[in-house]
């Protein structure tokens, strides 16, 4: 079980339609890639996914943050940043909710008729 700020991580809530990684999880595994504490290849493992989902879903946050923040805001963040505060958010419902309700699709969803994002490595 992967610890955030020493505390166990449980994953499991948050489902996202479509996917068979909640949200949960998928937060957890890329606050883990952004502290940088394990190899990319060591992390996947740990977590039992391809790298190349890895890099989907860290192109989808970024993207996704831009959005959600604005592009200025967005710059003043850095990605673990916003990680963190939106996972530890009391209000994490409620910001997905808003964020469905203004862009039409989830947070760390594929947009409906996007093309696939294509990984590639930092």
Same mark, same amino acid.
Request: hydrophobic content about 45%.
């Given at each position: 079980?992967?610890?955030?700020?020493?505390? @166990?991580?449980?994953?499991?809530?948050?489902?996202?339609?479509? $996917? &068979?990684?909640?949200? /949960? *999880? !998928?937060?957890?595994?890329?606050?883990?890639? *952004?502290? /940088?504490?394990? @190899?990319?290849?060591?992390?996947?493992?740990? %977590?039992?996914?391809?790298? $190349?989902?890895?890099?989907?879903? !860290? #192109? /989808?946050?970024?993207? #996704? !943050?831009?959005?959600?923040?604005?592009?200025? !805001?967005?710059?003043?963040? $850095?990605?673990?940043? *916003?990680?963190?505060?939106?996972?530890?958010?009391? #209000? %994490?419902?409620?910001?997905?909710?808003?964020? *469905?309700?203004? %862009?039409?699709?989830?947070?760390?969803?594929? /947009? &409906?008729?996007? &093309?696939?994002?294509?990984?590639? @490595? @930092?």
């Amino acid at each position: 079980m992967y610890l955030l700020r020493g505390k @166990p991580c449980l994953a499991t809530c948050n489902l996202l339609p479509y $996917s &068979p990684y909640s949200l /949960r *999880f !998928k937060l957890t595994v890329l606050i883990a890639y *952004f502290e /940088r504490k394990m @190899p990319v290849a060591a992390l996947c493992a740990h %977590f039992g996914i391809a790298i $190349s989902t890895l890099y989907s879903w !860290k #192109h /989808r946050l970024l993207e #996704h !943050k831009e959005l959600l923040l604005g592009v200025l !805001k967005g710059i003043e963040k $850095s990605a673990l940043g *916003f990680l963190r505060s939106l996972y530890t958010s009391t #209000h %994490f419902s409620d910001q997905l909710e808003n964020f *469905f309700m203004i %862009f039409g699709f989830s947070f760390l969803q594929n /947009r &409906p008729g996007a &093309p696939a994002t294509k990984s590639n @490595p @930092p």
